[in-house]
């Protein structure tokens, strides 16, 4: 099907839809200049071994190592303005709740882009790099934004240090984020997945869960993925040119 057509076919669904539920990951960031984890060219993880920084054993073996690295994507991130996909995907729940229905937006991204766009009903799988935690307490704070004086950063409840408030590899995701996401995946009539390798499970079954309960389904993603054959509209192209014209053909114009 030609994009067109897979969009136009999307925007009916979206607009006469009452419950919709997203899920995003790192290609929706992309372009706000914010690097995804495994494209091969440009991904993060082409420079450094996920297990040497993304685990908990590393930061025990080398707290200082991590919370540099992490201070560094914290800064990244707090640099970084939403994209036209972003702002698209807060217009829609914006529209969808204004006439009574459902909008849950389910991310993988730690960055808080969808916020600062203006989403609100936002599930945070993996956390955000935006807060830090209590490594005794596990107490969260929302650092300053500049860069940590000192590595490891000191806790300010404890005698102890600050990490991220990211889900890490090996690391069980928050349990009121599986629970309102496995609720929205199963209680929807849309189920659109954007940007996201959608390899990573728990996350990866959510598209599952919502066919399996009887939602239309979708893929925005400039790549084919493990979803692209599973769905039954696939949109081969960048979020932040798909959305803008889905929310436009969906719902009118955007003249803000
Ligand atoms: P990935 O980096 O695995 O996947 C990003 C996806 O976005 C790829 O399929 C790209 O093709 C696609 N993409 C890139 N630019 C795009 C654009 N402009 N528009 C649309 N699509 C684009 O990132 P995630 O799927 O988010 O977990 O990865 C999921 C999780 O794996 C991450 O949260 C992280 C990682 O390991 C943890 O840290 C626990």
């Not at 993988?108 to 935690?133: F, M, P, T």
């Not at 199963?186 to 997945?193: M, Q």
């Not at 803008?244 to 009118?252: C, I, K, S, W």
Request: proline content about 6%; glycine content about 8%.
């Amino acid at each position: 099907m030609a994009i067109s057509d897979s969009i136009q076919l999307l925007s009916e669904k979206l607009s006469n839809a009452r419950h919709v539920t997203v899920i995003t990951g790192a290609g929706v960031s992309a372009e706000s200049g914010l690097r995804t984890f495994r494209e091969t060219m440009e991904g993060l993880w082409k420079e450094f071994d996920p297990k040497t920084l993304a685990t908990p054993e590393a930061f025990e073996a080398n707290p200082e190592l991590v919370t540099r690295w992490y201070d560094g994507r914290r800064l990244g991130c707090l640099a970084a303005e939403p994209n036209p996909g972003h702002i698209a995907l807060a217009r829609i729940e914006r529209e969808i709740s204004s006439r009574g229905g459902r909008f849950t937006l389910l991310t993988q991204n730690v960055d808080r882009l969808h916020q600062k766009a203006g989403s609100s009903n936002v599930v945070e799988l993996h956390g955000s790099i935006i807060e830090w935690r209590c490594n005794a307490t596990g107490r969260k704070i929302v650092p300053p934004e500049s860069a940590f004086t000192s590595f490891p950063p000191r806790s300010p409840f404890a005698d102890s240090i600050l990490r991220p408030d990211v889900v890490w590899f090996g690391e069980m995701l928050p349990e009121d984020a599986i629970l309102a996401a496995g609720w929205a995946a199963a209680n929807c009539d849309l189920f659109i997945s954007i940007g996201t390798s959608a390899v990573v499970y728990p996350a990866a079954a959510y598209l599952e869960q919502a066919s399996a309960n009887g939602a239309f389904t979708a893929e925005i993603n400039k790549d084919t993925t493990p979803a692209t054959g599973r769905v039954n509209v696939a949109i081969q192209a960048r979020s932040g040119e798909a959305l803008p014209r889905l929310a436009d053909l969906a719902f009118g114009a955007d003249k803000q």
